[in-house]
């Protein structure tokens, strides 16, 4: 069964830290992963996706996120966060075409001004 | 584009009663819609899949019975928690799917918070 590991629970960094969020996935499908973000009180967002292609992948906001298939991985980074980046971030895979989603149990950052 | 609405935002009610929650695609057309509970600190964990036109197809350990989801039409599906008891008390975001889109994403509303006395 797939599965999506984020090893960081909870993160707190200060404004202008740079920020790297570990995400590991378990499928043998074909892989299309997501970074999706919650900040208080409001709806999930998408950050950004990888389908194909570049395995870097530039979000909204200024984050970006690599796929390295050799390692499962699909971390998720911003060079310099702010305080507003507070959210809880989710990644994702989804389900060949099934268009399901298996999220991570999410990683909540607090950033401190 | 592609808004997705949920009523109510949040709702109180007593054990054993009923509560139907809608999920709206404002401008667009869903074929597919999502729904799924999330306990405080914890993920997302998907509950059913809902087809506009036909029965929703509901994951493991999640009773049809108690969960009915009807999407009768192509912009709304309803969850309705059937004889509500405290342990149902969570939140409750649905997404959707634009109609024949390759995109493969999945746009969600902003969640209904239940909470069952």
């Known amino acids: 069964a797939q599965s999506v590991s984020q090893h960081n629970h909870h993160v707190i960094l200060s404004e202008a830290a740079s920020l790297e969020l570990g995400c590991n996935y378990s499928?043998?499908?074909?892989?299309?992963l997501f970074w999706y973000v919650q900040y208080p009180g409001q709806h999930l967002q998408l950050l950004l996706k990888?389908?194909?292609?570049?395995?870097l992948v530039k979000g909204i906001k200024g984050f970006e996120a690599e796929f390295i298939k050799s390692k499962f991985s699909f971390n998720l980074r911003k060079p310099s966060v702010q305080w507003s980046d507070t959210a809880e971030y989710f990644c994702?895979?989804?389900?060949?075409?099934?268009?399901?989603?298996?999220f991570g149990s999410g990683t909540r950052l607090l950033v401190r001004p | 584009g592609a808004v997705v609405s949920q009523h109510p935002s949040w709702v109180i009610c007593k054990s054993g009663t009923s509560v139907k929650i809608e999920c709206r695609s404002l401008?667009?057309?869903?074929?597919?819609m999502f729904w799924y509970r999330q306990f405080p600190k914890q993920s997302l964990m998907l509950m059913a899949t809902?087809?506009?036109?036909?029965?929703?197809?509901?994951e493991q350990g999640v009773e049809k019975d108690k969960f009915l989801i009807n999407h009768a039409s192509l912009t709304l599906s309803t969850l309705t928690v059937t004889s509500a008891h405290p342990e149902d008390s969570s939140f409750y975001i649905c997404?959707?799917?634009?109609?024949?889109?390759?995109?493969?994403?999945?746009?969600f509303g902003p969640g209904t918070r239940l909470t069952v006395l």
């Open positions: 997404s959707a799917v634009i109609g024949g889109s390759l995109a493969l994403e999945q746009f």
């Open positions: 499928y043998g499908g074909t892989v299309n």
């Open positions: 990888y389908f194909s292609g570049d395995p």
């Open positions: 994702a895979v989804l389900e060949d075409s099934s268009y399901k989603l298996i």
């Open positions: 401008d667009f057309q869903a074929t597919t």
């Open positions: 809902s087809n506009e036109g036909s029965k929703a197809t509901y």
